[in-house]
């Protein structure tokens, strides 16, 4: 049996987080600032989707979970992208792996936007713990929702937010 989330890869740049006076990442505040290139060569940044809802889901290839809920997120993307969904995916596997990252998002036939973010940027201010990792970004940019695992196929928790977050007009 596969577990809902991975722990960091020794050597992919994961980070943990460990004690200390890290400010949390608390539900309807800003989410942090993030910006990368997507697999396409677009520049993508979180400020740039304001006026959408985000769901910004962090994993890596060699995370069972993540490849498990490909699918869902891919679905999730096109069945709410005409009311104002964006799906972003941020793959933090090393720049080794891009042939595998590419593979894959291939393979699995993902239409949203890929970031490759060989050198784990993300991870420090959405305080990624495991893989995957998800955040649902509303429309003014505050933090949602949050799952720190695998989402499961039809989580109602996450089907509540995601309506409520598209049912609010934009900025």
Same mark, same amino acid.
């Given at each position: 049996?596969?577990?809902?989330?991975?722990?960091?890869?020794?050597?992919?740049?994961?980070?943990?987080?460990?004690?200390?006076?890290?400010?949390?990442?608390? =539900?309807?505040?800003?989410?942090?600032?993030?910006?990368?290139?997507?697999?396409?060569?677009?520049? =993508?940044?979180?400020?740039?989707?304001?006026?959408?809802?985000?769901?910004?889901?962090?994993?890596?290839?060699?995370?069972?979970?993540?490849?498990?809920?490909?699918?869902?997120?891919?679905?999730?993307?096109?069945?709410?992208?005409?009311?104002?969904?964006?799906?972003?995916?941020?793959?933090?596997?090393?720049?080794?792996?891009?042939?595998?990252?590419?593979?894959?998002?291939?393979?699995?036939?993902?239409?949203?936007?890929?970031?490759?973010?060989?050198?784990?940027?993300?991870?420090?201010?959405?305080?990624?713990?495991?893989?995957?990792?998800?955040?649902?970004?509303?429309?003014?940019?505050?933090?949602?929702?949050?799952?720190?695992?695998?989402?499961?196929?039809?989580?109602?928790?996450?089907?509540?937010? =995601?309506?409520?977050?598209?049912?609010?007009?934009?900025?």
């Amino acid at each position: 049996m596969l577990s809902s989330a991975c722990e960091g890869k020794p050597g992919a740049g994961a980070t943990a987080r460990t004690g200390g006076a890290a400010p949390v990442l608390a =539900l309807g505040a800003p989410v942090p600032a993030f910006a990368g290139t997507t697999l396409r060569g677009e520049p =993508l940044s979180l400020a740039d989707l304001r006026g959408r809802v985000v769901l910004l889901n962090v994993w890596a290839t060699w995370c069972d979970p993540c490849r498990e809920e490909l699918p869902d997120l891919q679905a999730l993307h096109v069945r709410h992208e005409p009311e104002g969904l964006t799906v972003v995916g941020v793959s933090t596997d090393a720049a080794r792996d891009a042939r595998t990252l590419r593979n894959m998002v291939a393979g699995f036939g993902l239409t949203y936007p890929i970031v490759h973010d060989e050198r784990n940027v993300v991870s420090g201010p959405f305080q990624v713990i495991g893989y995957p990792a998800s955040y649902l970004v509303d429309r003014a940019g505050n933090l949602r929702w949050r799952r720190d695992g695998r989402i499961p196929t039809g989580d109602p928790e996450l089907a509540a937010a =995601l309506a409520a977050a598209l049912a609010e007009p934009a900025p």
